[in-house]
């Protein structure tokens, strides 16, 4: 980083009009543009320079590749709470969200109902259901979706 400093003002350097403008010595000289300029280049140089923690966190995760499945239904208006399945594929294990020990699903609707993951109706080993209460608008639909890790550990 120190021989950044060193060459700075011959990166500042600028050819205008076939003649060399001097190096600048201190910010306050510089001309708007050699400041915006310097700021970008020190700015570029400090991040390149550290390695930022959510990267490093990253290196660390085995990403596996995962597969999903999922369960959905519909509902006209005022229809009373529905449930579905979601099938687990055989092998596989419930991936979690990178970084967390959070089950990665997803829950999608259309309409006005309250939809969740059942927790008596789930333990996500042998058993995931979705439950949605009575649907408020004219028509509803949901659908559940689990990523799964089906790589062979």
Known sequence: MAGFFNILPVILRRVRDGRKRTACATIAGMSLSHRMLSIVLLTVCDLMSQQRPDTAAQDSF?????????????????????????????????????????????????????????????DWKTKITGTCGRCSTGQ???QFIVRFDCTQR
């Open 62 to 122: 085995d990403f596996s590749a995962t597969t999903e499945q999922s369960c959905s239904f519909g509902m006209a208006k005022g229809e009373p709470s529905q449930h579905c399945q979601v099938p687990i594929p055989s092998g596989c294990l419930v991936a979690h969200v990178p970084g967390t020990s959070k089950p990665w699903t997803t829950i999608s609707k259309g309409g006005k109902t309250m939809c969740r993951f059942d927790e008596k109706g789930t």
């Open 140 to 142: 509803c639909s949901v």
